[in-house]
């Protein structure tokens, strides 16, 4: 069977990451306060800490003393070495994100938990209409220019798939305003976040599409201030290593107590005369 072919190109990718600026990583400061909120609610010591990330200074910075793993599709992690794997910023550029979330849960201990937060398909969905719609207008066609991101409903399943225990996804977006679209573009070139697609046009935008494109953004997207907004979606999920310790859900038929007992109500029977 022939591989199918990688989304990502995983060279431009590492280049756009050297290329970043870390007066530009916002996004990555407010995912570091978000999961530093989660870990104070989870309530436990973690001795053992990696960080999957593309941006290894700004992470290890945050958590200095934890290890640092880069997000190739091979990750440098240690079976069961780990209570805790953050796999942060960076699935959405993942050819195989099941793949590296089975990774991750091969590197935990039981119980042991991995938090994973990325980009999610309500992303910049601004700034991907008003492309779509001008070079539909002015060349006739479409190009990908912005990864495809998971969408929330999907995204819980990616867990499961991957094997761990009392999976949860959640959503939280971001909304950052910009002068123009031009300002907008450059501060994704400056977050490491443009195009890293592997089927990505190989010349450059003409300049009157990125200009239709602004405009339609301006006329679209504009807040009371003048400027122009910017959807920033993260999705985080939250996953257990399979633990013998863990709440487990009984089997279907296993009460011994009716839920009608439990309300103070009568139970009234169905009524499947008309099926």
Known sequence: MDKM??????????????????????????????????????????????????????????YPDAV????????????????????????????????????????????????????????LHELRASLAEAEAAITGGLSPRIAPMGEIRDLGSLLQRAGFALPVADSTPMTASYVNAFHLMH?????????????????????????????????????????????FEVITLTGWAPADTQQKPLRPGSAKTRLADALGTEETPLDRSND
């Open 187 to 231: 501060d994704l070139r400056k977050m490491g976040e443009n195009n890293a697609l592997a089927q990505r046009p190989k010349q450059p935008t003409p300049r009157n599409v990125l200009t239709e494109a602004a405009c339609i953004y301006a006329a679209n997207f504009r807040n009371a201030d003048n400027r122009v907004d910017a959807t």
């Open 68 to 123: 640092i793993v880069d997000d190739d599709e091979t990750l440098a992690l240690q079976p069961g070495a780990h209570d805790l794997i953050v796999h942060v910023m960076c699935l959405h550029w993942a050819n195989d994100p099941v793949g590296q979330l089975v990774q991750c849960r091969h590197a935990l201990q039981p119980d042991g938990l991995m938090l994973a937060s990325f980009l999610g398909g309500q992303t």
């Open 5 to 62: 072919p990688n989304l990502v190109d995983r060279t431009a990718l590492a280049r756009n990451r050297v290329r970043a600026e870390p007066d530009a990583l916002f996004l990555h400061d407010a995912v570091a306060d978000e999961l530093q909120e989660r870990l104070i609610e989870v309530n436990r010591t973690f001795k053992s800490v990696a960080i999957v990330t593309g941006f290894p200074d700004f992470w290890a910075a945050r």
